[in-house]
């Protein structure tokens, strides 16, 4: 939690919590975040103590090798009633498994229901009954996950409608929920069943603490799934983090070194003595840069041949500016400047990169948008239009890239709580602060860790998704 957001410690302090509830006020909670790597018994806290309760719909496809991911990230489970396959195959998978009944007071972590096998509308009942039994057990900051198939290789068009449907039900669902609960929505393709691993890793645990209210696909993979490793998943590997010396970029770079990568940190020289700061701690190299030069490619490949010869495995577009003005008054550089760092040079370090086969096969590429971009933004034509931008570089690079076995997706921030968002007008901040499910701001490290999700080795399924990271912010779709 920040100390500028004094709503939250208010509201959850003794008196505070009595005046909240008595004037009918929001009471956002501390979310769970993850515990800092070394404090091994912080972090198996809070990861493995969840339980789960599972569900489905129909002969529910899905849910044997959930059982065997719950099994691998030590999540005990229990069986929805009417679905006793599931504690043969929870097992089978060495899960402690038992029925789910509500009047036993069990909290489970989260509820995970398997709706891939809806065929029609008439059988989204199955989500009613299964939700309207076990919402209300649903812990502190629990996760609900209902996995899909996609509406588009759905086998009829009575099943493309139900799976649509459940879009509707999820983000409404996540409206619903209280205490920093969380529901999503995966869509799974047949062979991306294999690939649940990193997604299910992510969204089980507080590192998924800001995203909700989310429909993402796994498509069939562009990589093989290598083998699973879930301490520094990075190591050995090379990441590159554009405006790393602060913010959301710092959060960026350290996340993704504590996962193992070398880090190379890129700034503008103005940041240096920040910039050297971050990546010293960081055991990764620093580049003083400014990505709008004509010359940022050649430099980054030429860093990268000295500090990283074996190639780049990682690449994020985070460094990103606003020049807020309503159009009539923005001037022609503001437009320019915006356009030019948010999405033109990104464009252009990835052809470089390309070009030179820095990008190596199974490489991951993500580009930070905003939901500014997403909703759209009064004084915010100029960056709004290059976050869009960003989005439609993802959708257009990653039918291409997936040939060559590159992933390229990207995350929109919502409210972050970072210096840039503190020095907005204050009820404006307020405002965006509040106006999610959440009620609340999101830190930057949120970002960092769906990054360092969507740079996961084992998300191969995942390439041209948008992942919000805006605690369903009620802005935009
Ligand atoms: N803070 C939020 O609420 C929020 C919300 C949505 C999206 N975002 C996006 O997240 C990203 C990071 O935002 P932040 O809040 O950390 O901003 P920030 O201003 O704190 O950090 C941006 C960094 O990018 C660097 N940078 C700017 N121009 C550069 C250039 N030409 N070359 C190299 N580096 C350059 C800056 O020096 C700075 O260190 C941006 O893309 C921003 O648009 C932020």
Redesign the pocket.
Known sequence: MTTSDRYLAFANSAVGSRLADALGLPRPVPLERMPDYGDEVAEARAIHAPLAVVGGAGDAPLLPGLARELHWLGIPSLAHAGRLGWISYANKAGTMSGRFNANEGVRPKALLFDASAIADTGALASLYTFFHDTLASLDRCGRVLVLGLPPSIAATPHASTAQRALEGFVRSLAKELRRGATAQLLYIAPRARESLHSTLRFFLSPRAAYVSGQAITLQNPVFETPPMRDRRPLAGQVAVV??A?????EAIATVLARDGAHVVC???PA?QDALSTVATRLDGSALA????SPEAGATLIAHLSAHAPQGLDILVH?????RDKTLVRMSDAQWQSVLD??VG?PQRLNSALLDAGALRAGSRVVG?A???GIAGNRGQTNYATS?AAVIGMVEAWSPILAERQISINAVA????E????AAVPFAIREAGRRMNSLGQGGQ?VD?AEAIAWLAHPASGALTGQVVRVCGQSLLGA
Do not use: L
């Not at 840069?289 to 709008?292: G, L, N, R, V």
């Not at 985070?318 to 606003?322: L, S």
């Open positions: 554009t405006g010396a602060r913010g959301i970029g890129v700034d503008i940041a840069c400014d990505i709008t985070n460094a990103g500016v606003t760092i948010n040079a930070v905003s939901i500014s976050k921030p919502g409210f972050i970072t210096k840039m968002t930057p970002v």
